[in-house]
């Protein structure tokens, strides 16, 4: 399903659509479109961007493309999901040490909606944190590792 999505292949193209994409939250999913994670997390990205397209605007990034924003949001596991509003990093509290990324798949279709709902709600009223209402269980485990410089 990622070829029903646009993708962005360049820092220049990502930087144009984080400056450009204005009162929607922009969705960029980090990861490769031959990765069976990613393309299930595609299925749901593309099955949703028609009901979400007046709150959001979902694009591809492959991390091997742009190497330097996978670095810059430490991405360490694919696939990622990164959300900005107006121009804004999102964070999502989703229960983990991580609020800058929605790190695997959504379960459902509707867990992705809800969580575009409560990022553009939050952000409409001036929030750079919101709480995830996606139910814990649904959201991947993950043991994330910070290294100390």
Request: hydrophobic share 40%; glycine share 4%.
């Amino acid at each position: 399903m990622s070829f029903l999505l646009p993708k962005l292949t360049s820092k220049h193209e990502l930087d144009q659509a984080i400056k450009s994409t204005a009162e929607k939250v922009l969705v960029l999913r980090f990861g490769r479109d031959d990765d069976s994670v990613c393309l299930q997390l595609d299925d749901i990205l593309a099955k949703t961007s028609r009901d979400l397209s007046n709150m959001a605007t979902i694009y591809l990034v492959d991390v091997d493309k742009v190497a330097v924003y996978t670095q810059y949001f430490d991405i360490s596991f694919i696939p990622s999901t990164v959300f900005f509003f107006n121009g804004q990093h999102m964070k999502v509290d989703y229960g983990s040490p991580d609020h800058t990324k929605f790190v695997g798949s959504f379960k459902t279709k509707q867990d992705f909606i809800d969580l575009i709902e409560v990022i553009y709600r939050g952000a409409m009223r001036g929030k750079l944190i919101v709480q995830s209402p996606i139910d814990l269980r649904n959201v991947p485990k993950y043991d994330l590792l910070y290294q100390g410089i």
